[in-house]
C-alpha cells in the first residue's frame, strides 16, 4: 500500500502563487507515475498535470504555462507549483499516484483546498 499526504493547500489572491507538496510513503518502489486531480464543486474531477518515474510530464491546457509539476524522488515528494492563479483554479486537490502503468489513479492522498480570490 501506498500512502500520501498533502499539504500547502489555502486562499491567496488572484494572480497569486501556491505550492503544493505530497509525501508519499509506504510501498514507495510500487509507485510509478504521479499526478495532480482536482475538484470544483459541482464541476467534474480533472487531471491537472502528471509526471512520469521518467520525469516526462503533462498538463491540462488550462494550466500550461502556470503550473509546474516536479519530483523528488529522494525525498519520495511530487510537487505542484502553481502561479498565476485565477478564481477558476479553485477546487481540492488531490495528489494521486500509479502502482503500475496507466494513468495514476491507484491511490490518492485526503486533498487539499485551494481557494483563489478575485
Known amino acids: 500500500q501506498v500512502q500520501l499526504m498533502e499539504s500547502g493547500g489555502g486562499l491567496v489572491q488572484a494572480g497569486g502563487s501556491l505550492r503544493l507538496s505530497c509525501a508519499a510513503s509506504g510501498s514507495i518502489s510500487s509507485i510509478n507515475s504521479m499526478g495532480w486531480y482536482r475538484q470544483a464543486p459541482g464541476k467534474v474531477r480533472e487531471l491537472v498535470a502528471i509526471?512520469?518515474?521518467?520525469?516526462?510530464?503533462k498538463y491540462v491546457d488550462s494550466v500550461k504555462g502556470r503550473f509546474t509539476i516536479s519530483r523528488d524522488s529522494a525525498k519520495n515528494t511530487v510537487y505542484l507549483q502553481m502561479t498565476s492563479l485565477k478564481p477558476d483554479d479553485t477546487a481540492v486537490y488531490y495528489c494521486?499516484?500509479?502502482?503500475?502503468?496507466?494513468?495514476?489513479?491507484?491511490?490518492w492522498g485526503q486533498g487539499t483546498q485551494v481557494t483563489v480570490s478575485s
Open positions: 494521486t499516484a500509479a502502482g503500475g502503468l496507466g494513468w495514476p489513479e491507484d491511490y
Open positions: 509526471i512520469t518515474s521518467g520525469g516526462s510530464t
